[in-house]
């Protein structure tokens, strides 16, 4: 595998369910990034972590859970999600956090909907 | 607030040139970049400007004004694969960037 890589690529789940999105990278990359891409509108950042701490939270409600174990993966634990939480789910990772670093590599997304 | 735009729609003819423009107005400024994103894909990076002028790529070059908050893209020699999202994104005074809605290119023979 290279780049970034998400699963599952495609998720239908129920209001009351519990899933885990899951993205790993296989470049050396210090820094991961969740965002949500919804139809016509602008990226959401949601989550950076930099060296696997928490750098950003942008407001995002707390039935989205981050997990980050190690710099290779990121996780994103859903719970008792909305119908306007249907979006497409993006991973990114960079080399690092800050104004060193440079373009984000993203990957291919999974695409939630909420039912 | 912060606030990134960029035209929602664009249509050009294969093999002739088109500009894509993004105006921005942010909180500190580290950094414009343009990105690519085909209809159910990852978006991928197209160009990098943190200083005024031209950078050339290919057929691809990118231009920035910071004092006029001011971008473009342009795509010469268009081809039907080009037909995408265009993406411009700034990087604010936080490191984060902030992202315009794209600009769908439809490429018509």
């Known amino acids: 595998e290279t780049g970034v890589t998400q699963t599952p690529r495609h998720l239908v789940m129920g209001m009351t369910n519990k899933k885990s999105l899951k993205c790993e990278q296989h470049l050396g990359h210090n820094a991961m990034y969740w965002y949500k891409q919804s139809a016509k509108k602008p990226l959401e950042l949601m989550f950076v972590?930099?060296?696997?701490?928490?750098?950003e939270n942008n407001s995002v409600p707390s039935r989205f859970s981050p997990e980050c174990p190690n710099s290779s993966h990121l996780f994103l634990h859903l719970h008792t999600l909305q119908p306007e939480d249907s979006a497409l789910y993006l991973c990114?990772?960079?080399?690092?956090f800050g104004s060193g670093s440079r373009e984000q590599y993203f990957g291919p997304g999974t695409r939630l909907t909420v039912t | 607030g912060q606030n990134i735009d960029q035209p929602t729609e664009m249509t050009a003819t294969e093999g002739a040139i088109v500009q894509i423009n993004c105006t921005y107005q942010t909180s500190g400024f580290n950094g414009l970049f343009w990105y690519q994103q085909h209809a159910g894909e990852a978006p991928t990076f197209l160009s990098y400007?943190?200083l005024d002028g031209l950078e050339e790529k290919g057929r691809f070059s990118s231009f920035l004004s910071r004092s006029k908050g001011y971008s473009y893209l342009l795509l010469k020699e268009l081809q039907m694969k080009d037909s995408a999202s265009y993406l411009c994104?700034?990087?604010?005074?936080?490191?984060?960037?902030?992202w315009g809605a794209g600009t769908k290119l439809i490429i018509k023979p």
């Open positions: 400007n943190v």
């Open positions: 994104a700034v990087k604010d005074s936080n490191y984060q960037l902030i």
């Open positions: 972590y930099n060296f696997k701490e928490q750098t």
């Open positions: 990114a990772s960079s080399q690092d």
